[in-house]
């Protein structure tokens, strides 16, 4: 536990020797917040709702939103292609460390690091725009945490797999790309509520990981879901969470064996 | 003389960087896919957008749709011409940067044009024929005074996204720090999914003056759809050159104080 603690330090030493660096990489979020807050507000300017969302719902469908992803979408496991790719990975797996604990080790940090600025951030909004907010029911916001915790988990494990694609490729960025940034941004609901799509294409998002991790977290902090919905969706992420957690353990199993180590 | 060498130097890098991209397919074939998603995805939120509000601002459909293919279209194009800004940290870092400066070209050529992408090609060819089949599709009447006012400004368009690449350049070579700050350029970029001109002013303000990507990407759109006022057009050129200039200068400050950052 002592080494874990350890690897935890020094990586929070690293952000503070790279501190410009995380300091443009808030405000990159922070910019895209903005973005698309001013873009929602501005469609729904002089309208009473959009949609199946009331004003202030969609409002918190982003604020919340900006909540979720300092939880669930901050992360340092995309670090792992890297060193797969340059043949980091050797040094780690002959240490008696376990290299995913290693990886959740500094993993957690990223996510207490960012989840502080975006505290800072979340007070700031709330300055600047003055949106009204929902409020969630006692259940619901237990309903709220508990899915928190779950698309946390259920993310890690999903990273985890785009970077074990490495084993298989030359390089780590075109699958993260794809999988790790196109896909969950566009099909998590990041941009525009799910119900908002043509119904064929939500029917398809439906059937994948990513609405779990965003879309219906909102949705349950909003009202938008009954107790019974709920706990059907939370469902529905438990299973994408044992699902990504399989795929990740044998991707892990596999990859190892095909590792060659090249790189430096 | 001086410009056919730029572009015989420009030509052989990107034959090489073809090749580079060519020798992983998968991952180039990734690559594409994505942007692909995300060129379709915008599309599909403007008509989701109108799916539950028939204007925004004063725009209609037709109007957003234009407007979100022009910004898809410049954004790629940029990315194309530029891309190699995203790989210059490792140059400064190593110090192979300090090569690049005693090489017989411009000394922005490393960080801005050495490495053009190819695989934004397949998109614009796919944007370039989205922006003519919509045109088509909404019967747009595109007349030559608006295809020459769009031409001008769209040149004042790729002139300002340079003049942007080079201040993001300069401030690497005084700080090594660049990716995020592209990504706040590219992040602020997205803002252009819709006319600039529907935010609040503040924002409106930061996406004319600040980082005008309003100049970038929404102004050529209006000038296609001949909606753009000659105000704009002024506005375009002189922040165009305003741009120009300054980052020049930007550039030559910042390479003052270069220290070649490795050995």
């Given at each position: 536990?002592?080494?874990?603690?350890?690897?935890?330090?020094?990586?929070?030493?690293?952000?503070f020797?790279?501190?410009?660096?995380?300091?443009?990489?808030?405000?990159?979020?922070?910019?895209?917040?903005?973005?698309?807050?001013?873009?929602?507000?501005?469609?729904?300017?002089?309208?009473?709702?959009?949609?199946?969302?009331?004003?202030?719902?969609?409002?918190?469908?982003?604020?919340?939103?900006?909540?979720?992803?300092?939880?669930?979408f901050?992360?340092?496991?995309?670090?792992?292609?890297?060193?797969?790719?340059?043949?980091?990975?050797?040094?780690?797996?002959?240490?008696?460390?376990?290299?995913?604990?290693?990886?959740?080790?500094?993993?957690?940090?990223?996510?207490?690091?960012?989840?502080?600025?975006?505290?800072?951030?979340?007070?700031?909004?709330?300055?600047?725009?003055?949106?009204?907010?929902?409020?969630?029911?006692?259940?619901?916001?237990?309903?709220?945490?508990?899915?928190?915790?779950?698309?946390?988990?259920?993310?890690?494990?999903?990273?985890?797999?785009?970077?074990?694609?490495?084993?298989?490729?030359?390089?780590?960025?075109?699958?993260?790309?794809?999988?790790?940034?196109v896909?969950?941004?566009?099909?998590?609901?990041?941009?525009?509520?799910?119900?908002?799509?043509?119904?064929?294409?939500?029917?398809?998002?439906?059937?994948?990981?990513?609405?779990?991790?965003?879309?219906?977290?909102?949705?349950?902090?909003?009202?938008?879901?009954?107790?019974?919905?709920?706990?059907?969706?939370?469902?529905?992420?438990?299973?994408?969470?044992?699902?990504?957690?399989?795929?990740?353990?044998?991707?892990?199993?596999?990859?190892?064996?095909k590792?060659q180590?090249?790189?430096? | 003389?001086?410009?056919?060498?730029?572009?015989?130097?420009?030509?052989?890098?990107?034959?090489?960087?073809?090749?580079?991209?060519?020798?992983?397919?998968?991952?180039?074939?990734?690559?594409?896919?994505?942007?692909?998603?995300?060129?379709?995805f915008?599309?599909?939120?403007?008509?989701a957008?109108?799916?539950?509000?028939?204007?925004?601002?004063?725009?209609?459909?037709?109007?957003?749709?234009?407007?979100?293919?022009?910004?898809?279209?410049?954004?790629?194009?940029?990315?194309?011409?530029?891309?190699?800004?995203?790989?210059?940290?490792?140059?400064?870092?190593?110090?192979?940067?300090?090569?690049?400066?005693?090489?017989?070209?411009?000394?922005?050529?490393?960080?801005?044009?050495?490495?053009p992408?190819?695989?934004?090609?397949?998109?614009?060819?796919?944007?370039?024929?989205?922006?003519?089949?919509?045109?088509?599709?909404?019967?747009?009447?595109?007349?030559?005074?608006?295809?020459?006012?769009?031409?001008?400004?769209f040149?004042?368009?790729?002139?300002?996204?340079?003049?942007?690449?080079?201040?993001?350049a300069?401030?690497?070579?005084?700080?090594?720090?660049?990716?995020?700050?592209?990504?706040?350029?590219?992040?602020?970029?997205?803002?252009?999914?819709?006319?600039?001109?529907?935010?609040?002013?503040?924002?409106?303000?930061?996406?004319?003056?600040?980082?005008?990507?309003t100049?970038?990407?929404?102004?050529?759109?209006?000038?296609?759809?001949?909606?753009?006022?000659?105000?704009?057009?002024?506005y375009?050129?002189?922040?165009?050159?305003?741009?120009?200039?300054?980052?020049?200068?930007?550039?030559?400050?910042?390479?003052?104080?270069?220290?070649?950052?490795?050995s």
């Amino acid at each position: 536990m002592v080494k874990y603690v350890r690897i935890a330090i020094n990586t929070l030493q690293e952000y503070f020797v790279y501190r410009i660096n995380f300091l443009f990489w808030r405000v990159q979020v922070f910019v895209t917040f903005v973005i698309f807050f001013s873009l929602w507000s501005s469609v729904s300017a002089g309208q009473s709702s959009l949609g199946a969302y009331s004003i202030p719902q969609l409002y918190s469908y982003f604020v919340v939103g900006y909540v979720i992803r300092a939880f669930v979408f901050t992360t340092r496991t995309a670090d792992i292609g890297g060193d797969i790719q340059n043949g980091n990975l050797s040094s780690l797996i002959i240490k008696p460390i376990g290299t995913i604990k290693y990886y959740f080790s500094r993993d957690l940090v990223d996510k207490l690091f960012n989840l502080f600025f975006m505290f800072w951030e979340f007070l700031l909004i709330l300055f600047l725009f003055k949106p009204v907010l929902v409020i969630p029911s006692v259940l619901n916001f237990v309903f709220f945490l508990l899915f928190l915790l779950v698309s946390t988990i259920t993310f890690f494990f999903y990273s985890l797999i785009i970077s074990f694609l490495t084993f298989w490729s030359d390089n780590a960025w075109p699958s993260r790309f794809l999988f790790g940034v196109v896909f969950v941004t566009l099909f998590s609901g990041q941009y525009v509520p799910l119900d908002f799509l043509p119904p064929f294409l939500a029917r398809i998002i439906d059937y994948t990981p990513y609405p779990y991790m965003y879309y219906y977290p909102v949705r349950i902090w909003l009202g938008q879901t009954s107790p019974e919905m709920a706990l059907t969706h939370l469902m529905g992420g438990l299973v994408a969470c044992l699902g990504c957690f399989v795929v990740a353990q044998f991707l892990w199993l596999k990859g190892k064996h095909k590792y060659q180590s090249y790189g430096n | 003389m001086a410009i056919k060498t730029f572009f015989r130097v420009w030509t052989i890098l990107a034959k090489n960087n073809l090749q580079n991209q060519l020798l992983s397919p998968s991952a180039s074939l990734l690559f594409v896919v994505g942007k692909i998603f995300n060129f379709i995805f915008a599309i599909i939120t403007i008509y989701a957008i109108f799916n539950q509000t028939s204007s925004i601002r004063g725009y209609d459909l037709p109007q957003a749709v234009i407007v979100v293919l022009v910004f898809s279209f410049m954004d790629t194009l940029t990315q194309f011409l530029f891309r190699s800004l995203y790989t210059f940290r490792p140059a400064l870092i190593k110090g192979d940067f300090d090569m690049d400066l005693l090489k017989p070209l411009p000394s922005f050529f490393r960080p801005i044009f050495s490495g053009p992408d190819f695989l934004d090609v397949p998109m614009i060819i796919i944007q370039l024929f989205s922006i003519f089949y919509f045109i088509a599709h909404f019967s747009i009447t595109i007349t030559l005074p608006n295809l020459l006012v769009f031409s001008l400004v769209f040149v004042n368009g790729v002139v300002i996204a340079f003049s942007v690449h080079l201040i993001i350049a300069a401030f690497a070579v005084m700080t090594s720090e660049i990716e995020n700050l592209v990504m706040i350029y590219r992040a602020l970029g997205r803002a252009a999914i819709v006319p600039t001109d529907i935010y609040g002013a503040t924002f409106r303000f930061i996406l004319s003056y600040v980082v005008p990507i309003t100049v970038i990407m929404t102004i050529p759109a209006k000038a296609l759809l001949g909606i753009l006022s000659i105000e704009r057009i002024i506005y375009s050129t002189i922040l165009t050159l305003v741009f120009l200039i300054f980052s020049l200068n930007f550039w030559s400050f910042s390479l003052r104080r270069y220290t070649s950052a490795s050995s």
